[in-house]
């Protein structure tokens, strides 16, 4: 079993930055992609960014696109999104998953993200 807990949203004014973590349970945390995802009020979950097992390849949504940073400190169990000039459209509760053969078969609880025009 795996348990990914996300922590660093807030409510931030458009402009600003956050920076999200996730923290995996279990010993096999680097031999897995992660993912992020969000789901905005009424709106389907919707892929933000992915990164390998060793961090050397990343993966982005066209939206968030030089704006995001994903990276991950495997000695930590940690995956990291960076998100730098927020918008009020990225107002979304942010979660993130194990990516196994290109699906997500865990996920966190999920933390808000909240983006004041």
């Known amino acids: 079993q795996v348990q990914l807990v996300e922590s660093g949203g807030g409510l931030v004014q458009a402009g600003g930055s956050l920076r999200l973590s996730c923290t995996a349970s279990g010993r096999t945390f680097s031999s897995y992609a992660m993912g992020w995802f969000r789901q905005a009020p009424g709106k389907e979950r919707e892929f933000v960014a992915q990164?390998?097992?060793?961090?050397?390849?990343?993966y982005y949504a066209d939206s968030v696109k030089d704006r995001f940073t994903i990276s991950r400190d495997n000695a930590k169990n940690t995956v990291y999104l960076r998100m730098n000039n927020l918008k009020p459209e990225d107002t979304a509760v942010y979660y993130c998953a194990r990516i196994v053969l290109g699906t997500a078969d865990y996920w966190g609880q999920g933390t808000q993200v909240t983006v004041s025009s």
């Open positions: 990164i390998s097992w060793s961090g050397g390849s990343a």
